[in-house]
């Protein structure tokens, strides 16, 4: 019987050799290999019913217990169902008087198998000896137990002489059939996963958009995808059995000997390295290429080959490139720009730290510029900028750095001086080479520059106010006149701070109503009659007490907030205005001081002045407005419609500080000008036979000649009264007569004298 027990073991190792054939060649056909595999289960079954264990006729034992319940584990139902269809048929075809019991046997250990199953996918058992000889040992059991369904005199014989050696055997068997099936099925599922696995990275890395090669231990080609093929111009065929020097790098290149170091790196380090390197295609072109490299390792961790990933990067690298320029470089003269020159500024820094020398740092502008750009265009400007920072070049060191900061600012960084005194030779050499003609296209352009120097370690300790004392000492050498060079000295910052607090204050004045206007008369020099004013705007600062024109207007203008101011002097004289014709005079007239500034702004609205007065009730020629000989010089369309716009509302124009400027004698009739005031400056020195004299009676003669009337300012003493009146000057206003008053000591001054001062016969 045990011999029969032990045949009927062999069928189970079959078993396990044709489930593993089904397995390896049918993985990816699920259907299919469930159903051949629900055959052979089912086939070993019959084939073990074909010569079983028989104990009396109708009576047999054989392994379907143990390959029906191993069908419900590793099969499922539908594996499950098919064999135990194929027993169940069988065992019915043979008949007998243990048919029934045979087909409850194997619905049974199929329902037993699956129940396994499910508790194994739920986490609640594992598949191990030990829980596969417990599942043995219980399907058996159950089997001896359905056994006790046959006859009495059949069950003492089978509880006799079967049940021990069916126990005994079959529930190893199960295990043993058990550990086969998962071996096969862990070593199948290994392979086909690592089968997979190599298809999907041979297909990703033919597909991937970047080449990947595999080079040997001597640097020969091993695989070579399609685009290496596209990046280097070789083929797979060309290229495979090829070596690195022979296909994309020269021998004697830089690249070569980068790549080299690489390769030494992984075969020491192990690990995987990136790099950066040029290299060569096909057709002899160079192009930029990032490499990923790494290592393969054979079982022993012996370096075996290196696999490389290339991205060719040349187009990127160039963007880079030009986004790099731009950042660091001025498009215009290729100078560096600001950021360059900062950086620069930090590196000389350290450099003169580390060498005990000084630095010196020239902050360079262009005089009358502005002026060129105006007149001959912007792209002539560029063309002399252009030209400038030839010169530069030619006139500094290769080891200095200069700038171009924007406009007509340049900066020049000279390092290494033993002594600060060697910049003298340098600044006047610079201010004397600028000063040289410049040559632009057909043109010949002169021009000058101013220049601010700062000494490191001297005068500044960090780059910021390196900057700034070069600035401040430029504006210093421009508003000496230009064309030379003045170094930084504290006291400029003291300036700038007092300058920069008077922003600010001023900034607030005009919200806070600090402005007030002061009057001073015009007296008219033939009768002594005055009807007229010049309003002049006071500063009542909180404290600094009262502060003159001269001190903020300048800074007004550069900050525009002299727009606003503007406005408030024209509304304010205008109010006055109209209140002085109900007290004072029927005709009195207000003149207002203008600034270039509101001329050239795009806000400025003649008619919004117009409105306002049209609100008083007043004609245009309740105030007359001053403007500079510079308006007219620099005229263009917005300005001659604001001065159309005057001329249209009667509000009179007088031209101020007539004589120390440049004017057009056609300018004064096209714009419709109504009186010109000669400046104080020609009136200071006035004296019989004088050349002031001359020039008076010469600008009034020519007024006169062009129906224009004429003020004269700053006369402060009878005589110069006296020879004005002689000459034939129309209006005077000075000292002589009233410093500037507030409007209640100018009501004042005008009852006292009965509006009219008492001139010689």
Same mark, same amino acid.
């Given at each position: 019987?045990?011999?029969?027990?032990?045949?009927?073991?062999?069928?189970?190792?079959?078993?396990?050799?044709?489930?593993?054939?089904?397995?390896?060649?049918?993985?990816?056909?699920?259907?299919?290999?469930?159903?051949?595999?629900?055959?052979?289960?089912?086939?070993?079954?019959?084939?073990?019913?074909?010569?079983?264990?028989?104990?009396?006729?109708?009576?047999?034992?054989?392994?379907?217990?143990?390959?029906?319940?191993?069908?419900?584990?590793?099969?499922?139902?539908?594996?499950?169902?098919?064999?135990?269809?194929?027993?169940?048929?069988?065992?019915?075809?043979?008949?007998?008087?243990?048919?029934?019991?045979?087909?409850?046997?194997?619905?049974?250990?199929?329902?037993?198998?699956?129940?396994?199953?499910?508790?194994?996918?739920?986490?609640?058992?594992?598949?191990?000896?030990?829980?596969?000889?417990?599942?043995?040992?219980?399907?058996?059991?159950?089997?001896?137990?359905?056994?006790?369904?046959?006859?009495?005199?059949?069950?003492?014989?089978?509880?006799?002489?079967?049940?021990?050696?069916?126990?005994?055997?079959?529930?190893?068997?199960?295990?043993?059939?058990?550990?086969?099936?998962?071996?096969?099925?862990?070593?199948?599922?290994?392979?086909?996963?690592?089968?997979?696995?190599?298809?999907?990275?041979?297909?990703?890395?033919?597909?991937?958009?970047?080449?990947?090669?595999?080079?040997?231990?001597?640097?020969?080609?091993?695989?070579?995808?399609?685009?290496?093929?596209?990046?280097?111009?070789? $083929?797979?065929?060309?290229?495979?059995?090829?070596?690195?020097?022979?296909?994309?790098?020269?021998?004697?290149?830089?690249?070569?000997?980068?790549?080299?170091?690489?390769?030494?790196?992984?075969?020491?380090?192990?690990?995987?390295?990136?790099?950066?390197?040029?290299?060569?295609?096909?057709?002899?072109?160079?192009?930029?290429?990032?490499?990923?490299?790494?290592?393969?390792?054979?079982?022993?961790?012996?370096?075996?080959?290196?696999?490389?990933?290339?991205?060719?990067?040349?187009?990127?690298?160039? $963007?880079?490139?030009?986004?790099?320029?731009?950042?660091?470089?001025?498009?215009?003269?290729?100078?560096?720009?600001?950021?360059?020159?900062?950086?620069?500024?930090?590196?000389?820094?350290?450099?003169?730290?580390?060498?005990?020398?000084?630095?010196?740092?020239?902050?360079?502008?262009?005089?009358?510029?502005?002026?060129?750009?105006?007149?001959?265009?912007?792209?002539?400007?560029?063309?002399?900028?252009?030209?400038?920072?030839?010169?530069?070049?030619?006139?500094?060191?290769?080891?200095?750095?200069?700038?171009?900061?924007?406009?007509?600012?340049?900066?020049?960084?000279?390092?290494?001086?033993? $002594?600060?005194?060697?910049?003298?030779?340098?600044?006047?050499?610079?201010?004397?080479?600028?000063?040289?003609?410049?040559?632009?296209?057909?043109?010949?352009?002169?021009? $000058?520059?101013?220049?601010?120097?700062?000494?490191?370690?001297?005068?500044?300790?960090?780059?910021?106010?390196?900057?700034?004392?070069?600035?401040?000492?430029?504006?210093?050498?421009?508003?000496?006149?230009?064309?030379?060079?003045?170094?930084?000295?504290?006291?400029?910052?003291?300036?700038?701070?007092?300058?920069?607090?008077?922003?600010?204050?001023?900034?607030?004045?005009?919200?806070?109503?600090?402005?007030?206007?002061?009057?001073?008369?015009?007296?008219?020099?033939?009768?002594?009659?005055?009807?007229?004013?010049?309003?002049?705007?006071?500063?009542?600062?909180?404290?600094?007490?009262?502060?003159?024109?001269?001190?903020?207007?300048?800074?007004?203008?550069?900050?525009?907030?002299?727009?606003?101011?503007?406005?408030?002097?024209?509304?304010?004289?205008?109010?006055?205005?109209?209140?002085?014709?109900?007290?004072?005079?029927?005709?009195?007239?207000?003149?207002?001081?203008?600034?270039?500034?509101?001329?050239?702004?795009?806000?400025?609205?003649?008619?919004?002045?117009?409105?306002?007065?049209?609100?008083?009730?007043?004609?245009?020629?309740?105030?007359?407005?001053?403007?500079?000989?510079?308006?007219?010089?620099?005229?263009?369309?917005?300005?001659?419609?604001?001065?159309?716009?005057?001329?249209?509302?009667?509000?009179?124009?007088?031209?101020?500080?007539?004589?120390?400027?440049?004017?057009?004698?056609?300018?004064?009739?096209?714009?419709?000008?109504?009186?010109?005031?000669?400046?104080?400056?020609?009136?200071?020195?006035?004296?019989?036979?004088?050349?002031?004299?001359?020039?008076?009676?010469?600008?009034?003669?020519?007024?006169?000649?062009?129906?224009?009337?004429?003020?004269?300012?700053?006369?402060?003493?009878?005589?110069?009264?006296?020879?004005?009146?002689?000459?034939?000057?129309?209006?005077?206003?000075?000292?002589?007569?009233?410093?500037?008053?507030?409007?209640?000591?100018?009501?004042?001054?005008?009852?006292?004298?009965?509006?009219?001062?008492?001139?010689?016969?």
């Amino acid at each position: 019987m045990i011999t029969g027990f032990i045949n009927l073991l062999a069928l189970l190792l079959s078993l396990s050799f044709l489930h593993g054939f089904i397995f390896r060649f049918l993985h990816k056909k699920h259907h299919v290999k469930k159903v051949l595999s629900g055959i052979v289960f089912g086939g070993i079954c019959v084939v073990g019913m074909f010569s079983p264990i028989e104990f009396s006729p109708g009576v047999i034992f054989d392994p379907r217990s143990v390959v029906l319940s191993i069908s419900g584990l590793f099969g499922g139902p539908i594996v499950a169902i098919i064999a135990a269809a194929i027993a169940g048929g069988y065992r019915l075809f043979l008949g007998g008087g243990g048919i029934y019991v045979g087909v409850t046997v194997i619905i049974a250990s199929v329902c037993m198998g699956l129940g396994y199953r499910h508790c194994v996918q739920k986490g609640w058992a594992k598949i191990n000896v030990w829980q596969l000889l417990l599942f043995g040992l219980l399907v058996h059991l159950v089997v001896i137990l359905i056994f006790t369904q046959l006859p009495a005199a059949v069950v003492a014989g089978v509880m006799s002489t079967v049940a021990i050696p069916l126990v005994l055997t079959f529930t190893p068997a199960t295990a043993l059939l058990g550990l086969l099936l998962k071996d096969v099925e862990d070593r199948l599922k290994t392979e086909n996963a690592l089968r997979e696995s190599e298809l999907k990275l041979s297909h990703h890395l033919h597909n991937t958009p970047l080449a990947a090669i595999t080079w040997d231990r001597n640097f020969y080609v091993t695989q070579w995808n399609k685009i290496a093929e596209e990046i280097f111009g070789y $083929s797979a065929e060309e290229a495979i059995g090829g070596h690195a020097t022979d296909l994309i790098l020269k021998a004697d290149s830089k690249a070569a000997a980068e790549a080299g170091q690489v390769f030494a790196a992984l075969w020491e380090q192990k690990g995987g390295e990136r790099s950066n390197n040029d290299n060569v295609t096909k057709d002899g072109r160079t192009i930029n290429c990032e490499w990923y490299n790494t290592p393969i390792l054979d079982d022993d961790g012996k370096l075996i080959a290196i696999a490389s990933l290339c991205d060719d990067v040349t187009v990127r690298k160039q $963007s880079e490139l030009i986004i790099w320029q731009q950042a660091h470089y001025d498009s215009l003269t290729g100078l560096a720009n600001r950021k360059m020159a900062n950086d620069k500024l930090e590196e000389a820094i350290k450099v003169a730290d580390r060498s005990k020398k000084s630095i010196a740092f020239l902050f360079l502008d262009l005089d009358r510029f502005k002026h060129i750009n105006d007149t001959q265009g912007h792209a002539f400007g560029d063309m002399l900028l252009v030209e400038v920072s030839i010169r530069l070049c030619g006139y500094f060191r290769e080891i200095d750095t200069l700038a171009r900061f924007g406009g007509d600012e340049f900066v020049i960084i000279v390092g290494g001086l033993d $002594s600060p005194d060697q910049v003298d030779l340098i600044a006047s050499g610079l201010v004397k080479k600028m000063a040289e003609p410049f040559k632009v296209g057909q043109e010949t352009v002169y021009i $000058s520059t101013s220049v601010g120097i700062t000494i490191y370690p001297q005068d500044a300790s960090d780059p910021v106010a390196i900057l700034r004392y070069a600035d401040q000492a430029m504006y210093a050498a421009k508003n000496d006149g230009g064309n030379r060079f003045q170094y930084f000295t504290p006291w400029m910052q003291q300036s700038a701070v007092s300058r920069m607090a008077l922003i600010s204050d001023l900034r607030i004045a005009l919200p806070e109503n600090q402005f007030q206007l002061y009057y001073q008369p015009i007296v008219d020099l033939v009768n002594g009659d005055v009807y007229k004013a010049e309003a002049l705007i006071r500063w009542n600062h909180p404290d600094k007490g009262l502060i003159g024109p001269v001190v903020f207007v300048s800074i007004a203008e550069e900050t525009k907030l002299i727009l606003g101011i503007g406005d408030w002097v024209f509304h304010e004289a205008s109010r006055q205005a109209a209140r002085w014709r109900a007290s004072l005079r029927p005709n009195f007239q207000i003149s207002i001081n203008t600034s270039p500034v509101q001329y050239k702004n795009d806000t400025f609205s003649v008619k919004s002045w117009l409105e306002h007065l049209k609100t008083l009730e007043l004609p245009g020629d309740a105030i007359a407005v001053e403007i500079t000989e510079g308006i007219l010089v620099e005229s263009g369309a917005s300005v001659d419609k604001i001065l159309f716009d005057f001329r249209e509302a009667n509000i009179q124009v007088s031209i101020d500080d007539f004589g120390t400027g440049y004017s057009s004698l056609s300018s004064l009739k096209k714009f419709g000008i109504d009186y010109l005031k000669i400046d104080k400056s020609f009136v200071d020195n006035l004296e019989p036979d004088s050349n002031d004299l001359a020039l008076c009676e010469a600008m009034i003669g020519m007024a006169h000649k062009l129906d224009l009337k004429v003020i004269a300012e700053g006369i402060e003493t009878a005589q110069q009264r006296d020879l004005l009146i002689a000459a034939g000057c129309d209006y005077g206003q000075g000292y002589l007569f009233s410093k500037p008053l507030p409007e209640i000591k100018f009501e004042t001054l005008l009852k006292s004298i009965g509006g009219h001062f008492r001139l010689p016969n």
